[in-house]
């Protein structure tokens, strides 16, 4: 298995422009999680997702980060528009059942100048 | 609300076991121990987990005190790839508060 694939690795945008993070999931994983990781919070859970349906937004900072899953094979992550505090690493992991192993990516590496 | 605490780093020379300590005195009986551990500029990894009993696999052991309250994870011989920051999670096994949350682990440097 390839493992959970991110794209793109790295991205640098301006402020206000829009971005968006894709992941697929690890072949027969229900549950997708998204992460950010910085240096002042560490990696905190932004939303997940279980059988492409959200079932927890509350870690999602605000209107401007939306997700979506549209199957079992795809998410996006967006953020509309960026601000330079969105610059961060951002992760997505699935797993097989909540509570059960994650396995992350390998991130995207966002800037926002 | 931190469930963990862990020393912020240490060190070890290559080719010695490494052990790294944790605290988690309010685990409950239905949470586990997770470990994952994340090398510079790459996303976490899974290394182990375990409830009561000590486990081991091919990346390491964990050892976990009768009362449940420590446990430490131990990297039998550890190498300059093992430099890493590992973080320690207490977890239920199953439901929605069983989200993994990472405190800010402890940083371990392997030098040669």
């Known amino acids: 298995d390839a493992g959970v694939i991110q794209s793109p690795r790295h991205e640098v945008t301006e402020m206000g422009q829009e971005v968006t993070l894709r992941c697929k999931p690890i072949?027969?994983?229900?549950?997708l999680f998204w992460y950010r990781q910085t240096m002042m919070r560490g990696l905190e859970l932004l939303i997940y997702?279980?059988?492409?349906?959200?079932?927890?937004d509350s870690g999602m900072p605000e209107d401007r980060f939306s997700a979506k899953m549209p199957n079992a094979s795809f998410s996006t992550l967006k953020i509309q528009p960026s601000e330079p505090r969105d610059s961060a690493v951002y992760f997505c992991?699935?797993?097989?059942?909540?509570?059960?192993?994650?396995?992350f990516g390998p991130g995207t590496r966002l800037l926002v100048l | 609300d931190a469930k963990t605490t862990q020393p912020p780093s240490m060190d070890c020379a290559e080719g010695r076991a490494a052990n790294l300590p944790c605290n988690h005195s309010t685990i409950s009986g239905n949470e586990y121990v997770y470990w994952y551990r994340q090398i510079h500029s790459q996303g976490p990894q899974y290394i182990i987990h375990?409830?009561?009993n000590n486990e081991t696999n091919e990346m390491a052991s964990l050892i976990i005190t009768e009362d449940r309250k420590s446990s430490t994870l131990i990297l039998p011989h550890a190498t300059l790839r093992d430099t890493a920051v590992y973080y320690c999670?207490?977890?239920?096994?199953?439901?929605?508060?069983?989200?993994?949350?990472f405190g800010k682990g402890i940083t371990l440097s392997v030098r040669p």
């Open positions: 992991a699935s797993s097989n059942m909540m509570g059960e192993t994650q396995y």
């Open positions: 997702f279980n059988n492409n349906v959200p079932i927890d």
């Open positions: 375990g409830l009561k």
């Open positions: 072949s027969g994983h229900d549950y």
């Open positions: 999670i207490v977890r239920p096994g199953t439901g929605a508060n069983s989200k993994l949350t």
